[in-house]
């Protein structure tokens, strides 16, 4: 898995989230420095000789299809994530911001290998170009898309090269928390062209893929991170969402801080977000405590009420839980039921809480926990 630095439009997965103010959002990190005038280019040398393309080893082929499978892991993840950041925004009470909706990348986003990568791969160069949309934000519905190159926000010239990032972050940030709309200059297709894009309110966690083949799901109080291992194990996209709420949900009960964890979590979720992590750290139990099972249900409660809202089923959350503890019994050291052993106590509130919001449904009222 590659560590990536990428600019948080949405509200949650990434660079500035972090700090609280969601992935999306970009938090002021720095303050724009004035840039070195470029150096003239040198002259140009004619050589009758012609070079051969750089060859590809395998440690440059390894790293292109490791970049190539983070990808898509991320992406599938943003896109289940949307919803649920979105049509909850008011459930995360205190925890929700204004955000820009969607992410941005350039080679720089990647250390070492992954750089070469990210620009063989994904033909990322020094501007920032959006790497994802958050589906229902507004960044979507004005068409903003992946690709997209990062010109100018209300006028002001958006940074390149190593430290772009970090210089649009101090750029965008403020005009995210203080404007319902931003104009943003984008190129595509050759042309450069304009976008009045509202802010979108939703809840501000950020959300990574874990490199690690553990089924398990992390949150710290401000993150939330499902393994790879996790994804695999629950397939479908509804699954995942089963499984991103769960953990949005305690962040948004505070579990984190009741349990003294977010230390010891945030640790582990440090580790897995590298791009070569170290897996020792899983040894035992990671220094993780189980979960009081009366926390869990409550977490349960209100993520299947925040699953609901997103427009997923909520009828197949019995039979997953179900299966993942008997897969992973809590027996089995760094997997989600060693952390969440009270399985029976959850189920039972997870089937009152379904015939709830079907009730709910059916008379077409509130879906308010």
Request: proline share 5%; glycine share 8%; with cysteine.
């Amino acid at each position: 898995m590659v560590q990536q630095k990428t600019i948080n439009t949405f509200g949650t997965l990434s660079l500035a989230s972090a700090t609280g103010a969601a992935a999306l959002l970009l938090s002021a990190c720095s303050t724009l420095q004035p840039q070195p005038a470029a150096p003239a280019a040198p002259a140009a040398v004619v050589s009758s000789v012609t070079e051969a393309p750089p060859q590809v080893t395998a440690r440059m082929a390894e790293a292109r299809k490791q970049l190539g499978d983070m990808v898509a892991l991320q992406e599938r993840l943003y896109r289940v994530a949307g919803p649920l950041l979105i049509n909850n925004a008011d459930l995360c009470r205190t925890q929700a911001r204004n955000l820009l909706g969607f992410t941005a990348k350039n080679k720089y986003s990647y250390p070492g290998d992954f750089a070469d990568a990210a620009a063989a791969v994904l033909n990322y160069g020094d501007r920032l170009e959006v790497a994802s949309v958050l589906a229902g934000s507004g960044a979507a519905r004005v068409g903003l898309r992946k690709g997209d190159g990062l010109v100018a926000a209300e006028g002001k010239l958006l940074p390149v090269g190593a430290n772009a990032e970090t210089d649009a972050a101090a750029i965008l940030g403020p005009l995210a928390s203080s404007a319902r709309t931003i104009t943003l200059t984008i190129a595509r297709g050759g042309n450069n062209q304009q976008l009045k894009m509202p802010v979108t309110r939703a809840c501000a966690f950020k959300i990574d893929i874990g490199n690690s083949d553990n089924v398990n799901a992390y949150s710290d109080g401000q993150r939330v991170m499902i393994t790879r291992g996790m994804i695999h194990f629950a397939q479908s996209d509804e699954a995942i969402a089963y499984v991103l709420a769960k953990d949005i949900a305690h962040n948004v009960l505070g579990h984190a801080a009741t349990t003294k964890q977010a230390y010891t979590v945030g640790g582990i979720i440090d580790n897995l977000v590298s791009v070569r992590p170290d897996l020792s750290m899983l040894i035992g139990s990671a220094g993780v405590k189980p979960m009081p099972q009366e926390l869990d249900a409550a977490a349960d409660r209100l993520s299947l009420y925040m699953v609901a809202r997103a427009g997923y089923s909520v009828e197949g959350a019995h039979a997953f839980w179900q299966k993942l503890a008997t897969q992973y019994p809590a027996s089995v050291l760094n997997g989600y039921n060693a952390n969440h052993p009270g399985i029976a106590y959850r189920l039972s509130a997870i089937d009152k809480t379904v015939a709830e919001i079907r009730s709910k449904q059916s008379a077409q009222r509130p879906l308010v926990p």
